[in-house]
């Protein structure tokens, strides 16, 4: 069976057709908020920064929510296949044991727990992840505002009831109660390198962009992962404005963003130099006038990009929209999501499914990241011919 399925946008199929794709063609890889399901993409991951976009040497950029933001800046830790295995096994081991009496551990006690984890798994000094020579770094994280500008008992429930009305009514209503922060890595390693410029329009919704650096890069990472009311929202991350950040994944669940291609996100000269090969061989030895890094490489977990997590009911804003007309969606057959231990991808229900058996869970996550191997064998596979007929209209 089949495990992988490529869906594209006009753009990109289009771009396929003509040329294949080759690593230089990418500019910008997103990472999607979504808990455990994100465990399936690590071998795709291993083989991406490990591997293929070795044979190109553009700058490209990694933009992450929740579990993607973790994904991505392991990946720019040195010796990248090694680090995703180890963000593979830490995941999949992580655990929370509920104090004697109580069913579930606390949001205190997960905060605390997950936070430790992250300094333990990163270390200091933190400087060369953000200074990697190619990958710049964006932790996109979701600050809270009125009611939600603190974490309150009483105020946090009501603020988020708010927050969800006003989604239904328009995403862009659901900046009045939370608003995107960007962390943003430097654009390279030289020192004093101003912060790297983001690769996507910020006309859909309420943004501001802070510099990612040493101090806040713990700090950001955790906020981007802290779901409310499983675990505490992290505030006043040093260097951006006061208040209350929570999982990136609330206002971008899926980064469902307006990607820019390359050639617009960087003009540094250095940049312009290599932004387009009229004239000459590019990768793969073919004559082309494309831009290096015009597309967006998109391993997901499903094959719908769904703009924020308060979206996941609203059927109608699951579909694609001309802001994906350059992604390649690289995502798990359904089909074969059925063969995985409880036929499905690993979620949260499953810290709950298996409450205190960590062994039964650690199996099955386990069983369903060994299989999810094929995903990157065959997107390899497709890679050495690529067939414009196998990538389905997205």
Not at 6 to 29: K, W
Not at 357 to 374: E, G, H, M
Request: proline letters at 9%; hydrophobic letters at 45%; glycine letters at 8%.
């Amino acid at each position: 069976m089949k495990a992988l399925r490529i869906h594209a946008g006009p753009l990109a199929r289009a771009h396929i057709a003509r040329h294949g794709l080759q690593p230089a063609d990418i500019g910008v890889i997103p990472a999607a908020a979504g808990g455990p399901k994100g465990l399936v993409l690590g071998p795709l991951d291993r083989f991406v920064f490990g591997h293929w976009l070795q044979g190109s040497a553009q700058p490209v950029h990694l933009v992450g929510a929740s579990i993607g933001a973790w994904r991505m800046a392991t990946a720019c830790l040195d010796s990248p296949v090694a680090a995703l295995e180890r963000l593979e096994h830490a995941y999949i081991h992580q655990h929370y044991a509920p104090p004697p009496g109580r069913q579930r551990p606390s949001a205190a006690q997960v905060s605390a727990q997950f936070g430790q984890g992250l300094r333990d798994f990163y270390g200091a000094p933190v400087g060369p992840l953000l200074a990697h020579p190619r990958w710049r770094l964006h932790i996109v994280t979701s600050r809270g505002r009125h009611l939600l500008s603190r974490e309150r008992r009483l105020a946090t429930p009501l603020g988020y009831l708010g927050a969800f009305a006003a989604n239904a009514v328009h995403r862009r209503a659901l900046g009045w109660w939370l608003e995107r922060v960007v962390f943003s890595g430097p654009a390279g390693d030289a020192p004093g390198a101003a912060m790297a410029p983001l690769p996507f329009a910020t006309t859909d919704y309420p943004t501001r962009q802070v510099a990612l650096t040493g101090a806040n890069f713990l700090p950001a990472l955790q906020a981007s992962c802290s779901i409310p009311f499983v675990l505490q929202a992290v505030h006043d991350v040093p260097g951006a404005p006061a208040g209350a950040y929570w999982d990136g994944g609330l206002t971008d669940y899926h980064l469902h963003l307006r990607y820019r291609p390359l050639a617009d996100i960087e003009r540094m000269d250095a940049i312009k130099n290599i932004a387009t090969c009229p004239s000459v061989d590019c990768a793969g030895g073919q004559k082309r006038s494309d831009p290096l890094g015009a597309l967006v490489l998109y391993p997901h977990f499903q094959q719908s990009v769904v703009p924020g997590w308060l979206d996941k009911g609203l059927r109608w804003r699951h579909r694609a929209t001309p802001a994906l007309d350059r992604m390649v969606v690289l995502s798990p057959h359904p089909d074969w999501v059925h063969t995985l231990p409880n036929a499905k991808l690993p979620d949260r229900n499953d810290f709950l499914h298996y409450g205190s058996d960590l062994a039964a869970r650690v199996r099955a996550w386990s069983a369903a990241t060994s299989a999810s191997r094929q995903l990157a064998d065959e997107f390899a596979e497709w890679l050495r011919r690529p067939d414009p007929a196998a990538v389905l209209p997205l």
